[in-house]
């Protein structure tokens, strides 16, 4: 008969709860400012629009800024939702990790890229 002392340490578990769920909320409503001024400007620009308009409403630093700071957002926000997803229905600890890792990389290299057509790097 084995004796168990101290607590298994648990990999998955959903103790994430309020913290996700605020930041779900928030990235969200950063995400629809963002439509919002984006909206604005295309309204509010005159004549159609081409390459030169779409670029010059991103070419300002605010703009730049926000657009950066959404896609951060709807990185985070994806990954919460991937995460609960897969510790929702991936039962093999091996296969959820692999998986979540993969994600974490996709969306660090989306994030990344984004960075890169922003600022011409």
Request: proline share 2%; charged share 10%; net charge positive.
């Amino acid at each position: 008969m084995s004796v168990n002392y101290g607590s298994k340490r648990v990999v998955v578990g959903a103790h994430y709860g309020l913290r996700d769920w605020l930041a779900q909320r928030a990235t969200a409503a950063l995400m629809a400012l963002f439509t919002i001024a984006l909206l604005v400007q295309v309204i509010f620009t005159s004549g159609p629009i081409g390459y030169g308009k779409w670029a010059g409403i991103f070419a300002a630093q605010w703009m730049k800024v926000l657009t950066f700071a959404v896609i951060v957002g709807v990185a985070y926000h994806a990954w919460v939702g991937v995460r609960d997803v897969l510790m929702d229905y991936v039962k093999p600890v091996w296969a959820r990790l692999s998986l979540q890792i993969l994600t974490i990389v996709w969306l660090v290299s989306v994030a990344g890229w984004a960075f890169q057509v922003l600022w011409r790097l």
